[in-house]
């Protein structure tokens, strides 16, 4: 089980960076192209590639921001209760967040087979979209897989 963890764990490192590339790149590109069109010579493409790119880079660090706990949430009331009731509360949190992002990742998958199946490409560049469906999707797995971990960890707490 621990071989499983440790291969998530470098799945999400290595997401995190590509994340962090595509904002970089998403960045340069927009860069480039508002220079490029005050000198009439735009980039072709660049409001497709840049969507790609912010649909990467949020996908690609949602697992990473689950994993260092960075998401928001309010504690004002959650602090003032015992901490068993909110390692319970935590539980009941990720039970949720882990059926709703299991399903996603279904959905996703069978929208990026279909997009597959029908062959359809973007309107400018014509690069094939399911394939950042299909990574988007592999992005949500990743999630599902850290929040069965923090599920595990929770279990563990209670235990003790």
């Known amino acids: 089980m621990k071989g499983l ?18 904002l970089v790149g998403m960045m340069g590109l927009t860069c480039v192209d508002v ?5 009439r010579h735009p980039i072709f493409g660049s409001v497709e590639l840049v969507g790609y790119m912010s649909t990467l880079s949020v996908a690609m660090a949602l697992p990473y921001t689950q994993k260092v706990k960075g998401h928001i949430g309010v504690e004002i009331v959650f602090r003032l209760l015992k901490p068993k009731f909110q390692t319970l509360l935590d539980i009941f949190t990720s039970v949720l967040s882990f059926l709703l992002f299991s399903i996603v990742t279904w959905r996703m998958t ?5 997009l597959h199946r029908s062959g359809e490409v973007s309107m400018n560049l014509e690069f094939p979209e399911y394939t950042i469906v ?6 949500f797995l990743v999630f599902v897989l850290i929040i069965i971990s923090d ?5 563990k707490k209670l235990k003790e």
């Open 110 to 114: 069978a929208y990026a087979l279909d």
């Open 35 to 39: 220079v490029g069109r005050f000198f």
């Open 151 to 155: 599920i595990i960890e929770n279990a």
């Open 5 to 22: 963890w440790g291969v998530v764990n470098w799945v999400v490192d290595k997401q995190k960076v590509i994340g962090a590339c595509c």
């Open 134 to 139: 299909y990574a988007v999707a592999f992005c």
